[in-house]
């Protein structure tokens, strides 16, 4: 298909570089260089979309982010995005777009019956109809989001990989328009860090939609090379350009995406797709522009409606007429420039149509010079044409009453650009915090003071002409280095100096004089991806929503992907002015982030897979692996939780590690428990006050197991330390909360008793620690450890020495958390392989059976041994546990006050006790909740919950610990489990301890 | 010896085998695990004379005092950590260097309040190096890593990605180079960090094995 409205020559195109397109199944060609959008009104394509609501006929209104109707779906597949703005889309050849929101097709669309049906979807339909019955709203939701318009989520994950990076910068300039150019210039000079974000390919802003301008008297186009030559060449300024700002946060916190290959065509595979930037600028200078208003008057929406400097860009940057015939629809002087360069490029512009009664300025006035019908006091009261704008009526504006007379005339069109003036993008500025207030003169929102250290600059500031422009980012860069601490610019540099020509004078209407009574003769769109009329937000009003947060809310104006760009202002005046108020005591919605729609991936960057999670492993991982075993969770940790022998199940493998571990031999990795290395002369003092129970007699190399509580009195941790020296003692902790609990000593080290002197340092990671359990551990390590002394006399049960175990140095506590003889070895993490392996082989002999954590839950409640977590919950005393025996009486500790509660001394607290069901083949489920009467249906008293319970082998029956109301002093009875399937197991409380009470087979 | 040929660095099971970046491309990052630091966690009395004394009298020089400061000799260098805490280490050290290292401290300061804690097995080293590095480390560390702002011979506590880690940026390396930094981090985490950085690495080209 021929371009047929690309210009002959001009623009900023690569004419070489001719890319193929697909859009909506037909094939098109562009230019690199180009936008989707630019390419498509080359080809002269208007029509892009269907409006959300009234599914009636859009075409591209901007050249922008501001873009309302281009919302397009882009790729296939997995890859495939909606909602993507066809203004910047950078073409590449073989890009596939489609269309959004009409079916069966865009040109024929069923949904278009809206439309038709307008009048019974006013705004707050929904509210209004799917209000009852409440219940119904999933089954009402269904169907309206298949009816309601955007694009289709992709399906499958996304096969793309993204980026994060944190930033840092003295200045971080947000535009790259001649505002932030000449702000990255003034800075940068300073030696100010400077990070330059411009979300477009190129740098320039508005310049580049400009045609003849000059800066320091050369053309624009010299100007901006050689400010992105300047720049490059200043080490510590970064210009990114395809990178948007689109959120500020507190502290000068400001998030950024960098589109990184996204307009390539070939997608080099090392690259990211986009970047997530998490920057912290010292100071922020935000250059970020201005967005054109539309005009608000009946039928303003058709395709080949757009905004005017829209239409001047698509001239000056892609040379592409917009259209044949065109009429400009302006209230400012600025609409004239659109309508001269529209001229220059051959386009027949038909009229100016002028809200004001006596156009000035010096575009009108060079309008009138080349001879331009200018129809001054005029207003554009309706358009028709269905899939492409084919005639405005025009009417003049009967200064007294403010409408419009009859139509004076009907003008043939093919483009209708509309200025409705300008509105400065505050949108970082208001999410920064910073206040904006109204500018009479400019008819339009500008930054009040800044909240945070932001300087303000150019168009976005309020300033439209050029030089002010360029003064005021001069000014900013310079004065954002300056408070960012740099030197005073050596260079002294003057701001450079251009014509100064803004878009004023004006004269305001917020919504068109029209011929007709107020919602009649056309829909008057404000919010043109929301579909939301003036009517729309009158109705609103006449129905009590007077703040203009609920008018946005009812009428949802502003609240497409789009944000309202392009509405906000238009609604709030003419809320305002339906309201007999002034804009300021209106006031604005709140902007928030992001600017434009940014893709989930930039969140996720690299933490998914492998990487979502860091996955601990101990050095003996390897060797678990390759034995096959299934591994367990343990806070980031993977454990070993069973070693299945083919065609096991795990109740099989579980049961053949418990019996080997009471019965011969067993062999865990254990390295996992926390380990605390602490030193000093207080550390025995130290742990009398963290632990229970009394350290001060503990003798170097003997072990004792401690109950840590917190303040409010409750279990929090658990384990055994050692003395290993006069000042040196080894702390063990669970697992989990290894971290946890050296924060807490520390802690108490640092703000509680700053005078101990005593010293924690974690040593979880300095050991490999592996547990043989059983009757032939002790033989076992006599042979690997031939020069240490396992007698009872010279190593007894809570004892710890030093020795070597197959050749490598360690540490060897005999203590036990099975019931069995059992030892616990402590060598160089990087031994650890080793010393397992030196284990295996020689015990072999013993049948030596690694074991997971799993047998060990089992062993350790055969034993009535409890798990901090599991039995507790942290609401568990060491009285509730049964464990008044290690609570000393004596000195004080951490909890010790709170024990004393009253509500700690009731009879009826939660006791632990041990359960055995009335069938031994009965495993209850942990978690099951205890009645003593079961009653027809929930709910009932219940008395308790299983907190552990599993099949143990050693004794061939099923056994459960259980926290119970009173449960100490009801052992011997009954108690009911009633389970989720109807079924009641019953029970008997009996002593925790199932095994071994006597403690025999600790000893030889 | 048993333990010298069964010692397992915590990298060891990856078998990191020296490679370049492929397809003929500049490596702009290099990656190498560096085995065996002998690293001594010291505590002590910050503000006690005859503490830095004494430890200057055993090390030959004087412990750092400034934040994120560092101070060596040929054989040793301390790395300020916290107020009171310092990492003595020795990053070629080999297994041994550890425990010499902590005895003989323990030996310098008997008498006075103070810890020493062989942490040499409890810590992996990961050297990368590169003009990309400060890039690489930027993605998921929060400090920053301009040159005004992180110079030669500095370290941090910090994170990387979700990884607790100390980072040492070497004194060892000249400016032509780009610089290197020596990223400490927890035994167990050392593969999720190793394939951290090698992801975040992969667009600027990854070389494994030190230049």
Redesign the interface.
Known sequence: MTQSFRLPEGGLIDRDRRLGFRFDGRDYMGYAGDTLAAALLANGVHLVGRSFKYHRTRGILSAGAEEPNALIQLGEGARSEPNLRATQIELIDGLEARSQNRWPSLSFDIGAFNNALSRVLPSGFYYKTFMWPASFWMKYEYVIRHAAGLGEAPRGRDPDHY??????CDVLVVGGGPAGLAAALAAGRAGA?VILAEQDSDLGGSLLGTNGTTIDGQPAAQWIAAARAELAAMDQVTVLTRTLAYGYFDHNFIAMVERVTDHLGEKPG???RQRLW?L?AKQVVLATGAIERPLVFADNDRPGIMLADACRTYVNRYAVRSGNKAVVFTNNDGGYTAALDMAAAGVNVRAVVDLRANPEGPATERAEAQGLHIMPGSAVVGTSGEKRVKQVRVGRVDPGSGRALAVSETLDCDILAMSGGWSPALHLFSQSRGKVVFDEALGAFVPGDPAQGAHSAGACNGAFGLADCLAQGHAAGRDAAKDAGCKPGRDGARAPEAENHGFLPAQWAWEVPSDKPPGRGGKAFVDFQNDVTANDLRLALREGYHSIEHVKRYTTTGMGTDQGKTSNVNAIGIVAKTMGREIPEVGVTTFRPPYTPVTFGIFAG??VD??L???????I??WHEQAGAAFEDVGQ?KRPWYFPKPGETMHQAVNREVKAARDSLGIMDATTLGKI?I???DTAEFLNRVYTNAWSKLAVGRCRYGLMLNEAGMVIDDGVTARLGENHYLMTTTTGNAAPVLAQLEEFLQTEWPDM?V?V???????ATVTIAGPNAKPLLRELAADLDLSTEALPHMAIAPGRV????ARIARISFTGEMSYEINV???????LW??LMTAGAKYDITPYGTEAMHVLRAEKGFIIVGQETDGSVTPIDLGMDWIVSKKKDFIGKRALSRPDMLKPDRKQLVGLLSENPEEVLPEGAQLVERVLPKPPMPMIGHVSSSYHSPNLGRSIALAMIKGGQARMGQTVLAPLADGTTVTCKVVSPVFLDPEGTRLND | MIESYLRQSPLAHLALAAHGPGSGKPAGVHMAERPFPGLVNLRGPGDNANFHGAFKAAAGYDLPVEAGATAGSANTTALWLGPGEWLILDARGGPKSGPRIAESLRAALAGISAAVTDISESRACIRISGAKARAVLQKGCPLDFHPRHFAQGQCAQSVLARAAILLHMTPDETAADGPAFDVYVARSFAEYTWRWLEDAAREFGVARGER
């Open positions: 980026d994060k990076t944190f930033a840092h860090r090392h690259l990211p998490k912290r690299r933490d492998g990487l999670d860091p996955v601990r492993k101990t050095p991982h390897s940790w290395d030193q000093g002369k002197e010293f340092t974690s040593v979880t990671e300095q050991f197959a050749g490598i140095d160089p993490a990087s031994c650890g392989l080793a392996h030196a």
